[in-house]
């Protein structure tokens, strides 16, 4: 957003950083972009956000292409309410251009080899769906774009936003016409000192990963959201495999975590079975109550806006998001999604649960 505003003309941009830039989710997530979800807004935001990244290299004069890989995303279902949920979502996508199908069991064993497809009532895929091969450079081409298009990036950790006249006084000694705060789940400890309260919770997420496999084992990434697995081959051959369920103390559980992928790799795609997977990462989600963000002014606080609580999917939808906000701290109207998206749903119990979350 910050390079919107400044591309935009908003005068002095500044970011304000605790670490650097790609310190938070942002710099673990693998780069997954999809637009098969289950509402309205998720689409729109994705579909958007998909016709920017198709532009990436040349609109942000990306030093390094990060490669955008539409190998597909396969959504699996295992039982009668998940084949109606991917069928209906299936309609909505393909009501606003989204080229997605629903597959046969048989078509989805075609579709993703090695497949076990018995256990199967169906499953749903868009080809536009894939990933980038270095997602950090995505992020970095954003940073590195803001950077030449005049926007400072300080860091520095916010400790507190209070209002001082007309402006927002920041820890006391910078003054700002307008804040965004988009600290992902520290953003309600920053908002909870001006009354605001905003349910944004922190949920770890763990992937193991793989040494790089020389042979081409799984193509489209293949997602079970009944059976809580996600598994997808990286452009270098390393396999990526999450047991979407895992809680608990990696020092403890792992194992536990090892040995269930290990089962359903065996159950579902009996190929990858051999593929050693030593390594364990761990991120976190910044998720609230629908599994939707955060995004817009917060009532009662002029020039104060928010975008935070993006559930696991806050890359997908960023260039949208940038723009849309942008669009708000200029006092435009964002477009459609936003409407919808505001901080003050929470409260008023306006929520739009996404039902296609991994
Ligand atoms: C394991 C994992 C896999 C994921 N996979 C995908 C995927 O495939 N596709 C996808 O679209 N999304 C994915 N996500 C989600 C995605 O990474 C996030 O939604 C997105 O990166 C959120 O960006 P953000 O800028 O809001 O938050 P972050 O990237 O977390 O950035 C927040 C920043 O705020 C800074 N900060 C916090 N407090 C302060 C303060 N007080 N002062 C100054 N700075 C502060 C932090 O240092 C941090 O850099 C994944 C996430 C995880 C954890």
Redesign the pocket.
């Known amino acids: 957003m910050a390079l919107h505003l400044s591309e935009r003309g908003a005068g002095e941009v500044v970011v304000?950083?605790?670490?650097?830039?790609?310190?938070?989710?942002?710099?673990?997530?693998?780069?997954?972009?999809?637009q098969q979800w289950g509402t309205r807004v998720n689409c729109l935001l994705a579909r958007e956000s998909v016709g920017f990244y198709g532009e990436l290299v040349e609109r942000l004069e990306a030093r390094v292409d990060p490669h955008f890989r539409a190998c597909g995303y396969v959504f699996l279902a295992h039982s009668e309410p998940a084949l109606a949920q991917l069928g209906a979502n299936v309609e909505l996508q393909n009501g606003l251009g989204i080229p997605s199908r629903v597959l046969s069991p048989i078509e989805a064993a075609e579709r993703v080899e090695g497949l076990v497809a018995d256990s199967l009532t169906g499953a749903a895929v868009c080809e536009e769906d894939g990933?980038f091969d270095r997602?950090q450079a995505v992020?970095e081409a954003f940073a590195e774009a803001a950077r030449r298009s005049g926007v400072r990036v300080e860091r520095?950790?916010?400790?507190s936003l209070a209002r001082d006249g007309a402006a927002w006084s920041i820890d006391g000694t910078l003054l700002a016409g307008q804040v965004v705060v988009?600290?992902?789940?520290?953003?309600p400890?920053?908002l909870g000192p001006l009354g605001v309260d905003l349910p944004i919770r922190r949920e770890?997420?763990?992937?193991f990963l793989g040494e790089p496999v020389p042979e081409r084992l799984l193509e489209p990434l293949v997602v079970s959201p009944e059976r809580r697995f996600a598994a997808k081959q990286l452009a270098d051959g390393r396999l990526l495999a999450?047991d979407l369920g895992a809680s608990g103390d990696p020092a403890t559980e792992r194992e536990r975590w090892r040995a269930r992928i290990k089962e359903l790799i065996t159950d579902l795609l009996p190929p990858l079975e051999f593929v050693p997977l030593p390594r364990l990462?761990?991120?976190?989600?910044?998720v609230t109550p629908d599994h939707q963000?955060a995004i817009g002014p917060v009532a009662g606080h002029e020039g104060l806006f928010v975008?935070?609580?993006?559930?696991?999917?806050?890359?997908?939808?960023?260039p949208a998001v940038g723009r849309g906000v942008a669009a708000m701290v200029l006092g435009e109207e964002p477009g459609e999604p936003f409407a919808a998206l505001g901080p003050e749903r929470f409260a008023t119990g306006a929520l739009v649960p996404e039902p296609q979350i991994?």
């Open positions: 304000l950083e605790r670490t650097g830039i790609g310190a938070g989710a942002s710099g673990v997530q693998p780069g997954g972009v999809r990933y997602p992020v520095r950790g916010v400790r988009a600290a992902g789940y520290d953003t400890a920053l770890a997420r763990f992937l999450s990462v761990e991120g976190l989600y910044d963000a975008a935070a609580g993006f559930s696991g999917h806050g890359f997908m939808i960023a991994v």
